[in-house]
């Protein structure tokens, strides 16, 4: 059963830096082809990819709006996928979830975690 737990979602002032942990279950990282992206959804707006390197031909994908200060990464020992965002802005207020899917980055990938609040105000 895949299952996908996300933390490190905080209020943090403009400028800040946090890092959002996804741990995933159910599958290995560096054994099976599952693919595990980042995605957000601010207040009123409808849900974005914000990164995601894919499983299936190591295509990377970024959002306009982090690129250069988001960077997504992930550590197979830990079974789990990074998001270390830089330099935030107050646009980037949004629950962040991760979620997982063979087909590779996905817009619709088939397993999301709960989401993390990341609210960025001073």
């Known amino acids: 059963q895949v299952q996908l737990v996300e933390s490190g979602g905080d209020l943090v002032q403009p400028g800040g830096s946090l890092r959002l942990s996804c741990v995933a279950s159910?599958?290995?990282?560096?054994?099976?082809?599952?693919?595990v992206g980042w995605f957000r959804q601010a207040p009123g707006k409808e849900r974005e990819g914000v990164s995601c390197?894919?499983?299936?031909?190591?295509?990377?994908f970024s959002a306009d709006s982090v690129k250069g200060r988001f960077t997504i990464s992930r550590d197979n020992a830990k079974n789990t996928v990074y998001l270390q965002m830089n330099s935030l802005k107050p646009e980037d207020t949004a629950v962040y979830y991760c979620?997982?899917?063979?087909?590779?980055?996905?817009?619709?990938?088939?397993?999301w975690g709960q989401g993390t609040q990341v609210t960025v105000s001073s």
């Open positions: 979620a997982a899917d063979r087909r590779g980055c996905s817009l619709s990938p088939g397993y």
């Open positions: 159910g599958f290995t990282l560096d054994d099976d082809d599952y693919t």
């Open positions: 390197v894919s499983n299936v031909d190591g295509r990377t």
